[in-house]
């Protein structure tokens, strides 16, 4: 059920802060923003006491507590949000694009993509468990990476939150017996465009991508299969390579394209023959 905001229109900070409706309002304020900033990506709608709306970007503060609204063009900053003449806070409806369903939904193709392949056998865990989230928990974990990628206040503050975030994050990998998946591409995963096709020659394309499914399948029935690499030019230098790790035994996969005659590029993971899963740029 969606929460409903009623602030009293003539309230002012010249008013006795210790009053009661202004404590109480303050907080079902809070309580909004703290519930529903992840699931609608921290837009809300206000409404005000002349009637008029507008989409405002809230979060709650983490070193004063109070309702805040992000700077312009900031994802990090901002400022205090007087509620005095605020009649209605709602957060915009979520949509399939929303971060925990975004972040769900490239876990769920990831882990249906390894199961078939075989590849990556520890990343495949942690997939199966990111899809098997409920909108609530994903959001939750979402959150938890927010925090710890938020630089805002005193150093010592800012300090005391990333540790306080970092070992929520990992606690809740540890509950399920997990290792963690990584914080610093969780976000990145909860965004559109992380599972690409590979764009093989398109000369041979259906050659190489048949030659790269049975290399992954010659792996598969021989350990000692020597590792594997495609490499091709066209707009960038591209390459696929497969190789097993000598330490644990798994079957690994990249994906590159790198800017011409450059160490640098775009970095994926490799899903199967045909996807990989965005990495890092470099």
């Not at 075989?118 to 495949?124: F, I, P, S, T």
């Not at 928990?137 to 975030?165: C, P, V």
């Not at 000369?203 to 790269?212: A, C, G, L, T």
Request: a neutral charge.
């Amino acid at each position: 059920m969606q929460q409903k905001l009623k602030l009293n229109p003539n309230y002012s900070p010249r008013d006795d802060p210790h009053k009661t409706f202004k404590s109480m309002e303050s907080n079902i304020a809070k309580q909004i923003v703290e519930q529903n900033a992840s699931k609608c990506n921290y837009n809300f709608n206000v409404s005000y006491a002349d009637g008029t709306r507008k989409q405002v970007r809230l979060f709650v503060g983490s070193g004063s507590g109070d309702v805040c609204q992000f700077k312009k063009g900031s994802r990090t900053r901002g400022y205090f949000f007087y509620l005095g003449n605020v009649t209605d806070i709602a957060p915009v409806a979520i949509n399939a694009t929303a971060p925990e369903v975004m972040l769900k939904r490239n876990a769920k193709k990831a882990a249906d993509l390894l199961s078939a392949s075989g590849l990556w056998a520890d990343r495949l865990q942690q997939f199966q468990l990111l899809a098997s989230l409920t909108d609530d928990e994903a959001a939750q974990l979402l959150s938890i990476a927010a925090r710890y990628f938020d630089y805002s206040g005193e150093r010592n503050e800012m300090e005391a939150r990333h540790q306080k975030a970092y070992e929520d994050y990992e606690s809740f990998f540890k509950s399920h017996n997990i290792e963690s998946y990584s914080i610093y591409s969780i976000q990145q995963l909860a965004t559109k465009g992380q599972i690409i096709s590979i764009p093989y020659n398109r000369w041979s394309r259906n050659y190489d991508r048949q030659h790269i499914a049975n290399e992954i399948a010659r792996h598969h029935e021989d350990p000692n299969h020597s590792n594997t690499h495609l490499s091709w030019r066209g707009s960038y230098d591209y390459s696929v390579s497969i190789e097993r790790n000598k330490k644990d035994g798994q079957l690994r996969g990249w994906y590159s394209a790198e800017y011409k005659n450059c160490g640098n590029g775009h970095y994926y993971f490799l899903l199967d023959a045909t996807h990989a899963l965005f990495g890092e740029d470099d």
